[in-house]
């Protein structure tokens, strides 16, 4: 399968006063379509560094990013946001919905800046999206007035709404409990199955297991990049 | 230049259906540009900013408070200073800008001379006035006027009226309108009759309950006939110090031959209790010239021959309304001016609070931004949104300030008129309307910039981190 996403000798560094952090060191990497791929690390490894790299919202100090065949990592502020509007999608650990808008309209909100007309087409797709995560009963509802599973369930449709090349997500079952998080991972799982690919950041072994591979990161290099054979046996 | 409107209903529909107009046409204009790509943005920014502003209504409310209150007190003080100026410009008008008056003035320094002579001789005489006639065509009339402070008796009735004695043009010149009767007439003269007419004050006084034509009304131990009354009219500022306030109402008019005839050349007034005598031929020269350009040639060639003939003395002064006509058009333009640098100074003060409330919204704000930019937002469009919510604002300020202004405009000389005797003129200065609006909307621009700005360059992934 053809490489999505290709990243040579990226390096990342802060700087912090006189010191300079080396976050990432010459890491090279490269994910195919359609795989399911977890970023795990302790905590100053670099994992989210990477993962906002490839979300477009952050850029390399050096080295070369390239999504499908476009090196990104020298793009305009503006270049990277059409990109992250046309070809990625995004979960994040604490959900964030804007509390104002409604379930569809935050569905809708990443359509916004596509420049693109919203009409009842638009509109229906949201609404589908809103009934394929199971919240066909709520549309009109706000976020503060659902439970932390249903939000991230309109984050994950909210992702999906313009048809992304890349869902990212960044540790989407932090805020969950298990029997929330297996019911987002179920749902993670079968986007993959459907040919989404999904890199997301997360801590926890039992979430990493319902990855296709596990990419372990320490002090900015990779430590290890293992395939789970053991899929779908996990335990429920 | 400028247009002016009384504040009446009439006018205020003129104004709302302005307002409408624009209003049709921007729906309009809305409606055309929204189907390009540059509109759907626009008309999105709008929809955005008028439900966050929705979400904190009384915020809202009070950052705009400032613009309402600056945009308010411009279309109110306009109005009022446009319409106090107005005022003094009809009274100005009121005196004919092509008449020229010429005044005999006692000589300061006369009054010793005064005191040893016991009778004062100064001012206009007939013979100054048969130079005057030599002007020729560009002199379209010559109105004398003698004034005599007077006891005027009706019965028990007694005014203290201020006798005119003037010939029939003098009508003309103070465009006087008859309340009943008729105003003196050529032949009143010749044939030194004794009659007169009444200022409305003056009849109102003497004959409260009878009809005053054909009554005779006695003043300086003659009898005059009334033949005619005046209505009321406005009487004229004292203004520019040198002329004194004009109480059109209460004067009464008689022929100028017969007041010569009958009272004869002196004229005593009575002042702090002493009793002068003055000799004085003419009080008042009125010249209306044929045409405004005329004014000013014949006003310096009056000034001439009046110092030929009175020589040194200087008993007699030149007023020409004209002159104060453009100096209070030059006062005016002055005060309009001042009154544009305090609405800038209020709606930059206005504008300030918009800014403060800004910056305050754009960091409460901050992962909605973040938000806004990792699902795609470029910077431009989180400026064109912090943008558009500002202008909402502050144009929504504008109008508010303009609905307030025009109603205090309304209001405020009807309780005016409760607490002072004098009413408050004012008058709707239209072009401030819309100049204020305009102003509002800039500024929405000037000072939603600076947040809006810096709302799109936080960086995303620290907006999304933001609390």
Known sequence: ?236 | MTSYLEPTQTNLLVAAAILVVLLVLGVWGFGRLSRSAIGVKLRRSLSLAVKSLWLHKLRAFLSVLGIIIGTSAVISLMAFGEGSMQDALDDIKRQGATNLIVRSVKPPDDSATAQRSYVTTYGLTRRDLERFETFGDSVLRIVPLRVFPTEARFLERLVNARVIGTTPEYADVQKFQLAGGRFLIESDNKELLNVCVLGSEAADKLFPFEEPLGRSVQMRGFDFTVIGVIQERMPTGGSGGSQAAEEFNNDIYIPLETSVARFGEIISIRSSGARMNERVQFNQVTITVSDIDKVRPVGDAIKSILEMEHGTKKDWAVTIPLDRLEEAERAKTRFTNLLVLIASISLVVGGIGIMNIMLATVTERTREIGIRRALGAKQKDITLQFLVEAVVQTTIGGLCGVILGLGMVYVVPIVWGWVASNPLPAKVHVPAIFLSLFVSVGVGVLFGWYPARRAARLDPIEALRHD
């Not at chain 1, 100090?61 to 090196?71: A, H, V």
């Not at chain 1, 509390?99 to 935050?106: A, G, I, R, S």
Request: with cysteine.
């Open chain 1, 1 to 236: 399968m053809a490489a999505i996403v290709r990243v040579a000798d990226l390096v990342k560094n802060y700087h912090m006063g006189t010191q300079t952090v080396h976050v990432l060191k010459e890491l090279n990497l490269s994910f195919e379509e359609g795989d399911f791929v977890a970023l795990m690390g302790p905590s100053g490894s670099g994992k989210s560094t990477l993962l906002n790299i490839l979300g477009c919202l952050d850029k390399p100090s050096s080295g070369s990013y390239f999504l499908g065949d476009t090196n990104v990592a020298k793009m305009s502020d503006d270049q990277l946001s059409e990109v992250r509007s046309t070809y990625l999608g995004f979960i994040f650990q604490s959900y964030n919905l804007l509390p104002q808008y409604t379930v569809v309209e935050n569905i809708e909100l990443p359509l916004l800046y596509q420049g693109i007309k919203l009409d009842d087409t638009t509109r229906d797709r949201c609404i589908k999206l809103a009934e394929m995560v199971g919240l066909a009963e709520r549309l009109d509802h706000r976020p503060l007035q659902l439970s932390g599973g249903q939000q991230q369930r309109v984050a994950i449709a909210r992702s999906l709404v313009n048809d992304p090349q890349l869902i990212l997500g960044d540790e989407p079952t932090g805020n969950l409990d298990t029997k929330t998080s297996i019911e987002i991972m179920q749902m993670l799982r079968g986007l993959n199955q459907s040919g989404k690919t999904i890199i997301m950041v997360t801590h926890e072994n039992d979430i990493a297991e319902w990855a296709r591979r596990v990419v372990r990161l320490r002090d900015g290099r990779v430590e290890s990049d293992t395939r789970n054979d053991t899929r779908g046996t996990v335990a429920v």
